[in-house]
C-alpha cells in the first residue's frame, strides 16, 4: 500500500515538513509496512521556500536586509537545485520572509508605514547571482505599500511634486506626483518574474488589498480608507504616464498590493501558488499510483476552496480516484463543504477547549494522535492491504 502525504503547514506552530513527518509516525504505529512517500507543499505563501528547496535539492541563500519597519532582519532566499543547468537559474523568495506580519510584534503593526523593501532587496540579490527566473510568493505580508518597496530596491524612485522622494509605506503614496523609472535595475530584463498568488482580489475596494487585509496587518476603519485612497492614486499615477490599468486584475490586492505594483512596472507574471508548487514538486507522478493521499493546513474552513494546498491536492488525487483524507490544526462549521469537492474525510487535530498557546504548542502531539486514529480506522477497511 503506497500512502502519499502532501501537507502545507501550520501556521504558527509547524512547518509543512514537521506536519507531514508525524503524520508519517502516527500512520507508521498502525500501518508500519506501507510506503510512504512524503511531499510537504505549500500554496506560493509561507513555507513556499523550504518546501522547494527540498523537493528540489537547492540551497539557501542567508541575507540581512530591512525589515517592514526599516529594522535589520536575518533571513533567507532559495535557489533551486535539480537542474538541468551548469548554474542554477530559479531562485524562489517569499515576501513573508522579510516583509512578513509576523516579523512585527502586535503592538507596533501598521500598514500605513510598513514597507516591502527588504523583499526587493532579496530579489536585488538573486538578480546579482545570475538568476534568471525568480518565483516570488505573496503570501504572509505586512504591508499595504502596492509593492513600492520592493520597486525602489530596484531602483525606481517615487517622488512627490517636490521631486523628494517619498518615505517608505503605502500612506505615503497619497503625496505621490512622479515616478522615475530611469534607473530601474537592467538585470530585470534578463530574468522572469513569476509571482506566486492565492488570492484573486483587486487592488482597491471593499474586495481589496486594504479592505480585506489591512485589519489582519493592524489597519483601523480610518486607516483602511486612507490606504485605499491612496494606492488608488498609485494606480491614476501610473495610467497618467501611459501604463495600462492592473487595478482590477485578479490578484492585484495580493501581498498588500505588490501584485498590482509589480505587474504594472515590471511585467510580473501572475500565477496560482498551488499550481506552481504541484508543479515543481511533482506531486502528480507521485499519487498516481498511490493508495491514499493524506494532505492538510493549519485551518480547513470554505477558504481552503480558494486556491489552498489542500484543494490544489486533491483535485491530482481526484484525477485518479484516490481517496483524500484532509487534517485541519482547526475545522471550521462551514469546512463540510469540502467533502462535495473531492475529499473524502476531514479530521481536526484539535482535542477539545484548550488556550491557543497551548494547543500550538502541542501541535505535534495532537497532530500524532490525530494520525494514528485515522490510520486504525482506515486499517478497518476490508481493502486495507499494508
Do not use: W
Amino acid at each position: 500500500m503506497k500512502i502519499v502525504i502532501a501537507p502545507d503547514s501550520f501556521k504558527e506552530s509547524l512547518t509543512a515538513v514537521e506536519v507531514a513527518n508525524e503524520i508519517e509516525k502516527g500512520f507508521r504505529k498502525v500501518l508500519p509496512h506501507a510506503q510512504y512517500v512524503n511531499q510537504p507543499i505549500a500554496d506560493g505563501g509561507e513555507g513556499s521556500v523550504d518546501t522547494l528547496i527540498a523537493a528540489t535539492n537547492g540551497q539557501k541563500i542567508h541575507l540581512t536586509v530591512k525589515g517592514p519597519l526599516g529594522d535589520k532582519v536575518e533571513t533567507y532566499y532559495g535557489i533551486l537545485g535539480n537542474t538541468q543547468q551548469s548554474t542554477p537559474q530559479t531562485a524562489i523568495i517569499e515576501v513573508a520572509k522579510a516583509s512578513g506580519l509576523t516579523l512585527i510584534p502586535k503592538t507596533l503593526r501598521d500598514p500605513r508605514i510598513t514597507s516591502s523593501i527588504g523583499t526587493g532587496e532579496l530579489i536585488l540579490d538573486a538578480l546579482n547571482r545570475g538568476i534568471k527566473h525568480i518565483i516570488l510568493g505573496l503570501g504572509g505580508s505586512a504591508t499595504i505599500d502596492g509593492g513600492t518597496g520592493i520597486l525602489s530596491a530596484l531602483g525606481v524612485r517615487f517622488l512627490d511634486k517636490n521631486k523628494q522622494e517619498l518615505k517608505p509605506g503605502g500612506i505615503y503614496l497619497t503625496d505621490l506626483d512622479t515616478i522615475d523609472i530611469t534607473k530601474l535595475n537592467p538585470l530585470l530584463k534578463q530574468c522572469q518574474l513569476t509571482l506566486a498568488c492565492d488570492v484573486t482580489n483587486p487592488l482597491c475596494g471593499e474586495a481589496g488589498a486594504s479592505q480585506v487585509f489591512g485589519p489582519q496587518k493592524g489597519a483601523n476603519h480610518h486607516s483602511i480608507k486612507q490606504l485605499d485612497a491612496a494606492l488608488s492614486h498609485f494606480a491614476d499615477i501610473l495610467v497618467k504616464m501611459g501604463i495600462e490599468d492592473h487595478r482590477n486584475n485578479a490578484g492585484a490586492g495580493a501581498a498588500g498590493g505588490i501584485g498590482f505594483g509589480l505587474v504594472s512596472l515590471l511585467q510580473a507574471n501572475m500565477k496560482p501558488g498551488i499550481d506552481l508548487i504541484l508543479k515543481m514538486t511533482e506531486l502528480e507522478t507521485k499519487i498516481a499510483d498511490a493508495d491514499l493521499i493524506i494532505t492538510g493546513e493549519g485551518r480547513l474552513d470554505s477558504q481552503t476552496l480558494n486556491g489552498k494546498a489542500p484543494l490544489g491536492v486533491t483535485r491530482l488525487a481526484n484525477q485518479y480516484a484516490v481517496p483524500v483524507i484532509a487534517i485541519g490544526g482547526s475545522v471550521s462549521e462551514d469546512a463540510n463543504i469540502l467533502l462535495g469537492n473531492g475529499i473524502t474525510a476531514i479530521f481536526a487535530i484539535t482535542p477539545g477547549y484548550c488556550p491557543l498557546p497551548t494547543l500550538l504548542k502541542q501541535a505535534k502531539h495532537h497532530l500524532y494522535a490525530c494520525s494514528r486514529n485515522i490510520a486504525a480506522l482506515y486499517n478497518i477497511s476490508p481493502k486495507t492491504n499494508d
